[in-house]
């Protein structure tokens, strides 16, 4: 299913821009979300499946590292509405992306697992853009903190 997001400028103490920025980067994660479906990932187990989508998504924002600022501000808004926008539905991708690929998993279990890629990919793209750290090691970061993960083969 494809959404659109249409910004408008918003009155009292909204934050346009914030509108804005969060609907840019919902439909950049929307359409990497169907590009993992178009293509879905070769892995079987649930390790090796969750390496490939997370090294996709790196990938992604090493192509378009802009995307980080569009994530944090979408992410860490004030704005009631872009908040409530970013909250529902940055969640319901981020979960359609990383958790439900995988297999034999709680709900709960699934939730920390978006919750930990989510918190990795902050730090260590936002490191990366800051000039902290190297791509590479952005890459080596995400594949030894999913080996450490207890997960179901």
Known sequence: MVREWHWAPST????????????????????????????????????????????????????????????????????????????GELWRHREDIFAVPLSGLTADDRRAIVMLIGAMLDWTIGAWRAGGTTIDEVYRGMERMIGLLKLPD
């Open 12 to 87: 009292g103490t909204s934050h346009p821009k914030e509108h804005l920025f969060t609907a840019v980067h919902l439909a950049w994660q929307d359409r990497f979300r169907r590009q993992l479906r178009a293509r879905p990932p070769k892995a079987v187990d649930n390790r090796s499946l969750l390496t490939e989508i997370a090294i996709r998504a790196i990938r992604s924002f090493q192509r378009q590292p802009n995307f980080y600022a569009t994530m944090v501000m979408a992410s860490r808004t004030t704005d009631p509405h872009a908040r409530a926008l970013a909250q």
